[in-house]
Every structure is written in C-alpha cells, then in structure tokens.
C-alpha cells in the first residue's frame, strides 16, 4: 500500500479496534472507523486524526458508505448472531469499493467441526472471504489477556479479589493457552494492513510469548500484583448455568461453553513468537500484562466479548 492509502477499521471502539487504530495512526496511516455508535470512546478516535462514521456492519448502505475509497480493511464481528450476514454484505460491498486487503479477526476455535455456533461461523466467514480477490489474512488469537479481568458473575465466575486474595474461577481444568494481550494483536493487525502482501491467504494463531496452565497464571498474576493469587476450576455446567441465570446471551454462552471444553481437549494449547516476527517487538508475557494493567484487576472488570 502507499502512504495515503485508506484503512478502514470495523468494531473501532473494541478490545481490538482501539489498538489497531493507535497502531495505524502512530504509522502515519489515515484511518477511517467504523462504530455502531457515537460515545466517548469514539470521541478518543476522533482525537487521534481519525474519520469516525457511524454505522451497522449488518446495514448494507452503511458498509458501502464506511468502505468507499478504502484500500485496506480490518473486519470485526462481535460474538453474536449474524456473523455471515455481516460477512457477506462486507466482502461484497468492499469488492465493488475496490479495497484490496482485508484483515479477518477469527478465534482459534474456528473449524468445520466446531460446536460452538460461532466458532463455525467464523471458519464459514473465513471461507466466504476466500472466494473473493481481494487478499485476505485470517487471525485466530487465542483468549485475550483482559478475559483474565472479568467479572463474568462477581463471586462465582472470572477474576475476583477476595480477602486480599485474587481468584480466577473458570472452567478449563488443567488445559493451557498463550494469553495475548489486546495491544499486542493491535501491533500486529496494523503491520498486516500496512503491508498485506506477504500475508495473503494466510490464517494466523496469534498467542502471547509463554503457554501456561491457569495455575500458572495465577503464579504470574501475584508476582505482578502483589497478593496471593488462586485458580479454582469450576465445571462447565456450573458455569453455563451461572452466565444464564446472570443474564448472558444463549448465543454467548453456547460459545463459551462449546470452547472451554475445547480449551480441556488442547485446542488452545501453545504459544509463538508471530508478533515479535511480524512486528520487530515481542508480545507481552501475563506479567508484564498484568503489571501494565493492574488497575484493571484490581477494580471492577467490565466484560466485553470483542
């Protein structure tokens, strides 16, 4: 791409979104973000140099509007319904605007046998951008480090300090995975933009530095914070009926647990060093992460799923 070239970014003001706009922009690259709704989180890419544009990923003349003149894309689904919707008006709407790349955040779950809805969808969205000609990348991180933050139900699920001591309740048993932080996979998703190119037709598993079982990361998160740090591993009925009762989506919810029980069968098992090759700068270990943000563990964590 050259240096005026266009990116636009979708889900702006997400977990992912924001480091891949600062990213962007700390390149000197003009961007262009799409958001569902005009908050002071969009006020912070207005901030930055950025064109912010309103609009629905599932709403067909907003996407056309939010891709014309774009040369290089990064698309972003939540974890909800309409995933393929969302995927197929894209792909469409950004051929007949001419973009020429697009970077396509996927789950590391995603594949033709996948239980989780979304996870399948995923593998299905990944295919859809395949049959077209722009040139398509495919990142399929494993959980990100702020999942590590969240109260997912205070007390009974996710992380919570309890008597001075932090505890993560979760429901992956002794299975392991790489924790990869946010700003991370923004360093690398904005190199991918900025040159596609050698990343065409490539599906990434983006990890953090270091695999660790969650008794593991408990040991690295109270070396970071200073307390005594525990992982008790509760059953995956258990925390599917508790996120139900709490008032999660079915939808959310037949993900998380479709994919803790991948987590216990080693399908999020290991660790790379993809971001330090791609992006000259290693990824942040758990410690380092939790050292960097631990405000966000030690006040209320605020669940956001992408």
């Known amino acids: 791409m050259t240096e005026h070239d266009l990116v636009l970014v979708t889900a702006a003001t997400g977990k992912t979104g924001m480091p891949v706009v600062a990213a ?9 973000a799409l958001v569902h709704r005009l908050d002071e989180r969009a006020d912070r890419l207005t901030a930055l140099g950025v064109d912010v544009v309103e609009g629905d990923l599932l709403d067909a003349d907003a996407v056309s ?8 894309a990064y698309f972003c689904y939540p974890i909800t319904p309409g995933l393929l919707d969302a995927t197929g008006l894209f792909a469409q709407a950004a051929s007949e ?50 999942w590590l933050t969240m ?31 946010e700003t991370d996979q923004g360093r690398f998703i904005a190199a991918v933009l900025a040159n596609p190119v050698p990343h065409d ?14 008794h593991q990361i408990a ?10 740090v525990r992982y008790e591993s509760i059953e995956i009925p258990v925390f599917s009926e508790a996120l139900l009762q709490a008032g999660y989506p079915p939808f959310l919810v037949q993900h998380l647990a479709s994919v803790a029980q991948n987590y216990r069968e080693g399908v999020f098992a ?24 631990r405000s966000a563990f030690l006040e209320d964590g605020l669940v956001q799923t992408r």
Do not use: C
């Open 24 to 32: 962007l922009r700390e390149r000197g690259l003009p961007v262009r």
């Open 270 to 293: 290991g660790a790379n060093d993809l971001v330090e090759v791609v992006t000259g700068t290693a990824a942040q270990t758990v410690r380092q992460f939790a050292a960097a943000n």
């Open 65 to 72: 509007r939010a891709t014309e003149g774009v040369g290089t």
């Open 201 to 214: 037709r490539q599906t990434y598993a983006l990890t953090g530095p270091v695999d660790l079982d969650h």
């Open 219 to 228: 040991d690295e998160l109270a070396g970071a914070l200073g307390i005594p």
């Open 97 to 146: 605007a001419g973009v020429r790349a697009v970077v396509n955040m996927s789950q590391i779950s995603a594949r033709r046998q996948a239980k989780s809805h979304a996870a399948f969808q995923h593998w299905l969205s990944e295919r859809l951008f395949d049959s077209t000609t722009m040139m398509t990348t495919h990142l399929r991180p494993t959980f990100f480090g702020a």
């Open 151 to 181: 109260k997912w139900v205070p007390g009974v699920v996710g992380w919570s300090v309890e008597d001075g001591t932090g505890v993560l309740r979760l429901p992956f048993g002794a299975g392991r995975h790489g924790p990869i932080a």
